[in-house]
């Protein structure tokens, strides 16, 4: 079974600066099959990037995915105001079906 | 536009059933993969159930499987979860989301209640 770790738990940041978010697997993944994801409270998760590094329909290209193999990075290069969310990574194709790391909250400093 | 409507949630006693829908509109939802997703108040999302297109393969997470029951119907563009033995660890929004590996559009959600 796949386990998705991410960290840190809580990153402190400020509007402007850069945010670096960790998702660290059990065994390796496939690139394909790599996901992230921001939700805010009281709202459902929005798809950010797939395929470990191609932005969704309508991301800002503040947001951009790396990695491989069992280590991924979602950076965002400059923070706005309406970046301050959880953030979830999530794999596909490995049983169990689908899942989701722990998530990372950015908040604002 | 996608729209992706739940609904069917509710407060359930434990050892009680509850059956969500999923209402697809906006696309073809023959063509596509669905899931349940779930996430317990103040906790992160958890996967919980997959069905193929032509409901050929179905996927379940471990600490549902034996309980709880997808199913769609093409005709109806709808999805379904039949919940049944449920615990108060159930306790959760419930959202449906489209795609095989990563779910690009979600419903805003269902609120099940498992509690006595």
């Known amino acids: 079974e796949i386990v998705l770790t991410q960290s840190p738990g809580t990153l402190s940041l400020s509007p402007g600066e850069r945010a670096t978010l960790s998702c660290r697997a059990s065994?390796?993944?496939?690139?394909?099959?790599l996901a992230w994801y921001q939700q805010k409270p009281g709202q459902a998760p929005r798809l950010l990037i797939f395929?470990?590094?191609t932005r969704a329909t309508g991301i800002p290209d503040r947001f951009s995915g790396s990695g491989s193999g069992t280590d991924f990075t979602l950076t965002i290069s400059r923070l706005e105001p309406e970046d301050f969310a959880v953030y979830y990574c999530?794999?596909?194709?490995?049983?169990?079906?689908?899942?989701f790391g722990g998530g990372t909250k950015v908040e604002i400093k | 536009e996608v729209q992706l409507v739940e609904s069917g949630g509710g407060l359930v006693k434990p050892g009680g059933s509850l059956r969500l829908s999923c209402a697809a509109s906006?696309?073809?939802?023959?063509?596509?993969?669905m899931n349940w997703v779930r996430q317990a108040p103040g906790k992160g999302l958890e996967w919980v159930s997959s069905?193929?297109?032509?409901?050929?393969?179905?996927y379940y997470a471990d600490s549902v499987k034996g309980r709880f029951t997808i199913s769609r119907d093409n005709a109806k563009n709808s999805l379904y979860l039949q919940m049944n033995s449920l615990r108060a660890e159930d306790t959760a929004v419930y959202y449906c989301?489209?795609?095989?590996?990563?779910?690009?559009?979600w419903g805003q959600g269902t609120l099940v209640t498992v509690s006595s």
């Open positions: 989301a489209r795609g095989e590996r990563e779910m690009a559009d």
């Open positions: 906006g696309f073809t939802f023959s063509s596509y993969d």
């Open positions: 069905i193929t297109r032509s409901s050929t393969y179905i």
């Open positions: 065994q390796s993944v496939s690139s394909s099959y």
């Open positions: 395929g470990a590094s």
């Open positions: 999530q794999q596909s194709g490995s049983s169990p079906r689908l899942t």
